[in-house]
């Protein structure tokens, strides 16, 4: 793939944003996420129906060909731009807090969670992915069930070994689910749901903080063990 990939850049014509004509080589992941960024900007000006694969490709520098050596249709560039900005990020970043002999805290787990969290799902990229999820769900049914699957898939922290050593050490419940993860997910779309209709300054009915403080609360809920104790 990667040969593939070197083979497309150099049958690229020189259109003058490319000293040499010669565009760089980029890692497998870098190049997809070159592709995806190109992805929203066209999706979110021209919606699914109206956006070609070439026009992905003129934005993000390289030919259809170089597009493919990664994903196989525009349905797929469509799920990897949804997988990218709407599927939480990998829960190791928390591990930290597990480390050693200090005492860690439910509270402080959900804290680290959270701060990331919000910090994404403020991102403009995300919202307007979340805006394109709305509008193209009708359209194109069978990727956004697939996009659903892999978030259900998902445990809180989307790592499962991280999640079973929560569990482990008595911070989180032993019969956590991916429906409590799901249902645990509701109050960050809600926030998504509010920066699409709202915009991302003051309009928002409920204000970042009030609905971080809410979400805090529905996960301690949710995830704490049975027996207080546990918890530390």
């Not at 929203?40 to 992905?56: D, Y």
């Not at 797929?76 to 970043?93: A, I």
């Given at each position: ?28 992941a870098e190049r997809k ?116 699957r892999r978030m259900l ?24 689910s991916n429906e409590d ?52």
């Amino acid at each position: 793939m990667q040969e593939e990939d070197e083979l497309a850049e150099r049958s690229l014509p020189n259109d003058g944003n490319r000293p040499g004509g010669k565009r760089r080589y980029l890692p497998a992941a870098e190049r997809k996420r070159e592709i995806l960024e190109a992805a929203v900007e066209e999706f979110s000006i021209g919606g699914f129906a109206a956006t070609s694969l070439e026009r992905i490709a003129v934005r993000a520098g390289i030919s259809k060909s170089g597009i493919y050596a990664h994903y196989g249709s525009k349905e797929e560039v469509f799920e990897g731009m949804l997988n990218m900005l709407l599927v939480p990020w990998e829960g190791h970043h928390c591990e930290a807090l597990l480390e050693g002999e200090a005492a860690t805290s439910l509270s402080d787990l959900l804290d680290c969670y959270l701060d990331r969290i919000y910090s994404q799902l403020s991102d403009p990229r995300a919202v307007a992915a979340f805006r394109l999820l709305m509008t193209e769900s009708g359209r194109i049914p069978e990727v956004v069930q697939q996009w659903a699957r892999r978030m259900l898939e998902r445990s809180l922290f989307g790592d499962r070994r991280f999640l079973d050593l929560c569990i482990e050490k008595g911070l989180i419940r032993g019969d956590f689910s991916n429906e409590d993860y799901f249902f645990g997910t509701m109050p960050g779309a809600l926030w998504l749901m509010q920066q699409v209709l709202f915009g991302a300054g003051d309009g928002a009915p409920v204000p970042q903080a009030r609905l971080r403080a809410l979400h805090k609360r529905l996960l301690m809920e949710v995830l704490a063990p049975v027996n207080p104790a546990q918890s530390g």
